[in-house]
């Protein structure tokens, strides 16, 4: 077997600001491989191969790790590459309340708040309470004009300088947050290989190898096979492409388009989390845009999402020009300081969201199969609810059953199942 081994240099964390605009790196082991033979982990009652390097599969790691499991990560392209690199992050305590999301939302909510007291969250991944605010915005066909002196409510910060109407608070400090995702994910695979000894492969998975039921290795593109106890597939929209699940249960892709904007007054942006109704000036149906100022100084808009077909690379994900432009007038009409000439846009980007076809994740064993687990479908509510899902996880794997939320509504199992074969 031929392998490289690259070491990561350690992120300089003081002050978050330099650390976030500067750099992008974090301290963590790659295992890389090549054209290898069959390869065996090292024997362990507890023995975990997580696939897929998002949130929900880092949360996974980090949490069986924790408990004393060996795991290895093994993701196609990189540590938070996609949808959990190019999130918002923003975390909200009870606004899944009405749903099947209301316990596992609120468990994961408090789980971000713990997760940021014990890895330093406001200096590691940008973590801080919120003010979230909604609004209605009309484009104009100017560029954003301040609003009528006397005319915008208290509610509203003073770099909102654009026409906004019907300002309401949606969140307080006590019940929304965020954290800068690519860098919480990163920083929590960085404590699961440094604190706990898991190894992260950097691989395509081909296939999960079945034996009289029960999961054996998962076998990776070039030949490499890792024999486990366990198997948790966390593959995000990348879940259609593996026949094992497509063959339980439909998972989409939902695109959504995302800039980041570094204003030239940095400091005057407060911590207030946007959700807008924005009315084009070509008229039209209102769209939904989302505005999250971070501590980083940067601003992050988002929205314009569709289904479309998920390629089978992450790095193959470009923006659609004309969604990425209506986010850039959205901008110069929420903010003056937002627009051109005041702000640099500093990414242009798109990630796909897993859907399911009932909107509810798919968290649990997979029927039929022991020892194969998934977790996938979490469409917006990926970072917020990675840590609580990946706590339960581990539960599940180690215990035979989950303590921290009921994952019953989750289950695969709520499909109806269909034959698989010994190699799928």
Not at 64 to 92: I, M
Not at 173 to 183: I, M
Not at 225 to 247: F, M, N, Q, R, T
């Amino acid at each position: 077997m031929t392998v490289s081994v690259v070491l990561v240099p350690s992120l300089s964390i003081s002050p978050f600001l330099r650390q976030t605009r500067n750099a992008r790196t974090f301290p963590v082991t790659l295992i890389r491989c090549s054209s290898s033979p069959s390869s065996t982990m090292e024997q362990h009652p507890n023995r975990v191969v997580v696939c897929g390097g998002g949130v929900i599969g880092v949360c996974t790691a980090y949490f069986l790790a924790k408990r004393g499991a060996a795991v290895t990560l093994v993701e196609k392209s990189a540590v938070a590459c996609a949808a959990s690199g190019k999130a918002g992050g923003f975390l909200a305590l009870d606004w899944c309340d009405s749903g099947a999301l209301s316990s596992l939302a609120r468990a994961s909510f408090n789980l971000h708040r713990s997760l940021a007291q014990e890895l330093d969250g406001p200096q590691s991944y940008g973590y801080r309470p919120l003010t979230t605010l909604s609004l209605s915005i009309t484009e104009t066909e100017s560029q954003a004009t301040p609003s009528a002196s006397g005319s915008k409510p208290s509610i509203v910060p003073n770099w909102v300088d654009g026409p906004v109407r019907s300002p309401r608070t949606i969140g307080t400090t006590d019940t929304t947050a965020q954290v800068h995702p690519q860098l919480f994910t990163r920083t929590l695979i960085s404590k699961a290989v440094e604190n706990y000894g898991a190894e992260v492969v950097i691989g395509k998975l081909e296939s999960v190898e079945v034996e009289e039921g029960r999961v054996k290795s998962v076998a990776l593109e070039g030949g490499r096979v890792i024999e486990s106890d366990a198997v948790v597939l966390a593959l995000g929209p990348w879940s259609c492409k593996l026949e094992l699940l497509s063959s339980i249960f439909r998972v989409h892709g939902l695109k959504a388009h995302s800039i980041v904007l570094e204003p030239k007054n940095p400091d005057a942006i407060t911590p207030h989390a946007l959700f807008l109704t924005y009315h084009p000036s070509q008229g039209g149906k209102p769209l939904d845009p989302e505005v999250y100022p971070r501590p980083t100084g940067e601003v992050y808009l988002c929205g314009m999402s569709a289904e479309e077909e998920v390629p089978d690379d992450p790095e193959q994900i470009v923006g659609n020009p004309e969604a990425i432009e209506v986010l850039k007038r959205v901008a110069k009409t929420v903010s003056s300081q937002l627009g051109e000439g005041e702000a640099e846009v500093k990414v242009e980007q798109a990630c796909f969201l897993p859907c399911t076809d009932d909107s509810v994740p798919v968290i649990g064993e997979v029927p039929g199969i022991r020892g194969c687990y998934v977790a996938t479908g979490h469409s917006c509510w990926g970072i917020l609810n990675g840590p609580a899902t990946g706590a339960a996880m581990a539960e599940l794997v180690l215990d035979g059953r989950a303590t921290i939320v009921d994952l019953t509504v989750f289950s695969p199992a709520r499909f109806a199942g269909r034959s698989r074969r010994g190699k799928v």
